[in-house]
T-cell receptor
């Protein structure tokens, strides 16, 4: 399978714990995006990388959220001190520079108890 | 006001019907436009890009009206398998290639 992959697919955690999600983009794609989606809403942009550089972060992204893409390939999204409001589907997408089409992974569904 | 607005529906139509969805966007600098399809509890998948001249892909036709800042999607001869949520997506290609803004989607249910 050469699509975007995300791990884990599901995560249940207790409030206050830290969680980390991983995204492996399509191999030749140099752009990587993180989104959050809650029920009944469209995906909400969180942050975006071009290669290893994080070029934009949403103003809505609190300082508890951090994302990295150290070698310009896979990316991790960490949420520190999780809150119940962080419960959502976290989607990763990738694209090729010059092509606007984004390809999404299956998402990581987070439930904070 | 949201940057991208869609009628949430739901649209319930019989098989074979023609159905149209509209989407409005607020940023006049927007340069790229798409329709994505999202099945229940699945990831969004690109349905089609939307070009200024309008474009068609089989039973699906997309139109862009820059003056009025809206995008439409027309589905002809709807099939049961068309049941899904349709997401309108707008991007600022020239100034901010990374960010795309999604609408909250329009839900379509096609019934036998």
């Amino acid at each position: 399978d050469t699509g975007v992959s995300q791990n884990p697919r599901h995560k249940i955690t207790k409030r206050g714990q830290n969680v980390t999600f991983r995204c492996d983009p399509i191999s030749e794609h140099n752009r990587l995006y993180w989104y959050r989606q809650t029920l009944g809403q469209g995906p909400e942009f969180l942050t975006y990388f071009q290669n290893e550089a994080q070029l934009e972060k949403s103003r809505l992204l609190s300082d508890r959220f951090s994302a990295e893409r150290p070698k310009g390939s896979f990316s991790t999204l960490e949420i520190q001190r999780t809150e119940q409001g962080d419960s959502a589907m976290y989607l990763c997408a990738s694209s090729l520079e010059g092509k606007e089409t984004q390809y999404f992974g299956p998402g990581t569904r987070l439930l904070v108890l | 006001r949201k940057e991208v607005e869609q009628d949430p529906g739901p649209f319930n139509v019989p098989e074979g019907a023609t159905v149209a969805f509209n989407c409005t966007y607020s940023n006049s600098a927007s340069q790229s436009f798409f329709w994505y399809r999202q099945d229940c509890r699945k990831e969004p998948k690109l349905l089609m890009s939307v070009y200024s001249s309008g474009n068609e892909d089989g039973r699906f036709t997309a139109q862009l009206n820059r003056a009025s800042q809206y995008i439409s999607l027309l589905i002809r001869d709807s099939k049961l398998s068309d049941s899904a949520t349709y997401l309108c997506v707008v991007g600022l290609r020239e100034t901010n290639a990374g960010k795309s803004t999604f609408g909250d989607g329009t839900t379509l249910t096609v019934k036998p």
